[in-house]
């Protein structure tokens, strides 16, 4: 598998396959997660320029400007070029004309949740019929999922003191252990259903690719790799490649409980 900071999981999903195909399905290659830049999790991500509804999310999308070239608009988005171009139905980068809108593949944003940079409130929605448990046992949620600083966050930030153990929200099968561009030391883990779960910023991760875990297995610890400010996990939520509100994926925490919600901040 690609280990290096700058891959992404096309990389990942691409050398994953080659090298052995007993757990990359149809399922691990959708879920495989597009973790690059463009997924904005935590790293440097542009702006998106329009939106298209997809569902209760809207995916990213790019309108051309003169003198762009496929290679610069995949570049901007942290995509590779033959994913952008079969997205969009572009045989030859030549065909690319000014003012056509473009879809990011594996992109998404939020339409009823706000804004990330809002603060961090309880869940007040419907949740899904699909329950992880919460992966640290004690912490802040620092920043929501949504639009913050004008990019996805395509996830939650929990902060907590480096060391802290990342549990596994529910079993399934490691499909990536490494580093990732903007994520630090990342953990993602195959559940059933289409499911996937990522675990950013660790200061190490604890299990290795194509390992099986058990829902509350601890499978790294909280750190400061990647692009954050401080001490916490970003924890994403995935079905089918589609960034999910991970809040309503986590059962309501009680009063006794060690999750804690801020007002605002995070990385």
């Not at 700058?6 to 050398?15: K, N, Q």
Request: neutral net charge; charged residues 20%; glycine residues 14%.
């Amino acid at each position: 598998m690609v280990r290096g900071g700058d891959g992404t999981a096309d990389d990942v999903i691409e050398a994953g396959a080659n090298r052995d195909t007993r757990w990359i399905s149809r399922a691990s290659a959708v879920i495989a997660l597009a973790i690059s830049v463009a997924l904005a999790g935590c790293g440097d991500s542009a702006p998106p320029s329009s939106t298209l509804p997809i569902g209760p999310q809207r995916a990213v999308t790019h309108v051309v400007a003169p003198g762009e070239t496929v290679y610069r608009i995949a570049t901007k988005y942290g995509v590779s070029v033959g994913r952008l171009m079969t997205a969009n139905g572009i045989g030859d980068p030549r065909e690319l004309r000014v003012g056509e809108v473009l879809t990011i593949p594996g992109a998404y944003r939020a339409v009823s949740i706000g804004t990330a940079s809002s603060g961090v409130h309880r869940y007040t929605g419907e949740r899904a019929s699909r329950q992880f448990s919460w992966p640290v046992q004690n912490g802040v949620v620092s920043s929501g999922f949504g639009i913050r600083n004008g990019a996805m966050h395509s996830g939650v930030d929990i902060a907590a003191p480096v060391g802290t153990p990342v549990l596994a929200a529910d079993s399934g099968t490691v499909i990536f252990s490494g580093t990732l561009h903007g994520y630090g030391n990342t953990v993602i883990i195959r559940h059933d259903d289409g499911y996937a779960t990522v675990y950013g910023h660790d200061s190490r991760n604890l299990v290795s690719e194509g390992a099986r875990v058990s829902r509350g297995q601890e499978i790294g610890e909280i750190g400061r790799s990647g692009h954050t400010t401080g001490a916490n996990l970003h924890f994403e939520v995935r079905r089918d490649n589609i960034a999910k509100d991970p809040l309503a994926y986590l059962p309501e925490p009680a009063t006794s409980d060690g999750i804690s919600f801020a007002a605002a901040g995070g990385s």
